[in-house]
Antibody
Framework: QVQLQESGPGLVKPSETLSLTCTVS??????????WSWIRQPPGKGLEWIGY???????KYNPSLKSRVTISVDTSKNQFSLKLTSVTAADTAAYYC?????????????WGQGTLVTVSS | QSVLTQPPSASGTPGQRVTISCSGS????????VYWYHQLPGTAPKLLIY???QRPSGVPDRFSGSKSGTSASLAISGLRSEDEADYYC???????????FGGGTKLTVL
């Protein structure tokens, strides 16, 4: 059974960089089948796709966040990570990592439990 | 403002059939598959429908999806109290070159 687990600080100061890691177990980020994604959800609001990374390192980002986002992968640790720079209160959200099978079009079939990140001084 | 448009709320009584709509455009729903997710309070979303109308293993056949043109629908028959959740549609958007979601529909079982 594939499992994803987010980790990182729950509190980030305005203008600083938000950094989260997703650890994958029961599957490999090196699999050529999947795109490893980040999705966020502000409190009481809907879902927003942040971006994905393919194991070879190619990435795709939401245009609205592209200038501030970097997603990277560490195949040796079976992890992928999110960095979001220059955060503001608007970046306060639950952040989820998820597995996406774009080619087979089976959607986000596995999700992490999510981690709440609050941007506040 | 979400790229895909859903009604903010829907409701039904136990045993009823309810439908939730999702409206998009030719750059997303019109040219790509639609997915549906449901989310119980305080939990991560869960895949309900993929490729417009396919159910992952374990999802009851009470849940069905359909697509026509630039719109899609999720139907839930034999409504149960445990179906009370938020429901989101999603698709790939060719113009944005990324995944897009609807704003979500809160389903209340009366």
């Amino acid at each position: 059974q594939v499992q994803l687990q987010e980790s990182g600080p729950g509190l980030v100061k305005p203008s600083e960089t938000l950094s989260l890691t997703c650890t994958v177990s029961g599957g490999s980020v090196s699999s050529g089948t999947y795109y490893w994604s980040w999705i966020r959800q502000p409190p009481g609001k809907g879902l927003e796709w942040i971006g994905y990374i393919y194991y070879r390192g190619s990435t795709k980002y939401n245009p609205s966040l592209k200038s501030r986002v970097t997603i990277s992968v560490d195949t040796s640790k079976n992890q992928f990570s999110l960095k979001l720079t220059s955060v503001t209160a608007a970046d306060t959200a639950a952040y989820y990592c998820a597995r996406d099978n774009l080619d087979a079009a089976t959607g986000f079939d596995y999700w992490g439990q999510g981690t709440l990140v609050t941007v506040s001084s | 403002q979400s790229v895909l448009t859903q009604p903010p709320s829907a409701s039904g009584t136990p045993g009823q059939r309810v439908t939730i709509s999702c409206s998009g455009s030719s750059s997303n729903i019109g040219n790509n598959y639609v997915y549906w997710y449901h989310q119980l309070p305080g939990t991560a979303p869960k895949l309900l429908i993929y490729r417009n109308n396919q159910r992952p293993s374990g999802v009851p056949d009470r849940f069905s999806g359909s697509k026509s043109g630039t719109s899609a629908s999720l139907a839930i028959s034999g409504l149960r109290s445990e179906d009370e959740a938020d429901y989101y549609c999603a698709a790939w958007d060719d113009s944005l070159s990324g995944r897009v979601f609807g704003g979500g529909t809160k389903l209340t079982v009366l």
